[in-house]
């Protein structure tokens, strides 16, 4: 059983920067994939991005390429999202998710979730 805890999230102006963290609490799998997904209201929840356990493979959504960086701490327990260059449609909630093994960009293949942080960038 796993418990995903989110912080970071808040508001901010178009141009800034904000950092996402999420770790891991309670039993956790010995080799996990984790991700970052995104719901703005009336939308589809989107891919973000998504790390390997040993974080050397990562994959990101086209609208995030080159703007946002997902990581892990060095215990593998802990992800983050850094978001450069945010724009006004990067407005969503955030959701920090894990599975088993290999990363994914499909929701559905996520067994975890936390709660979601809002991020609310201003023009």
């Known amino acids: 059983q796993v418990q995903l805890v989110e912080s970071g999230g808040g508001l901010v102006q178009a141009g800034g920067s904000l950092r996402l963290s999420c770790a891991a609490s309670g039993r956790t799998f010995s080799s996990y994939a984790m991700g970052w997904f995104r719901q703005a209201p009336g939308k589809e929840r989107e891919f973000v991005a998504a790390?390997?356990?040993?974080?050397?493979?990562?994959y990101y959504a086209d609208s995030v390429k080159g703007r946002f960086t997902i990581s892990r701490g060095n215990a593998k327990n802990t992800l983050y999202l850094q978001m450069n260059s945010l724009k006004p449609e990067d407005t969503a909630v955030y959701y920090c998710?894990?599975?088993?093994?290999?990363?994914?960009?499909?929701?559905?293949?996520?067994?975890?979730w936390g709660q979601g942080t809002q991020v609310t960038v201003s023009s």
């Open positions: 790390i390997s356990w040993s974080g050397s493979i990562t």
């Open positions: 998710a894990a599975k088993s093994h290999r990363p994914a960009d499909v929701a559905a293949e996520y067994d975890y």
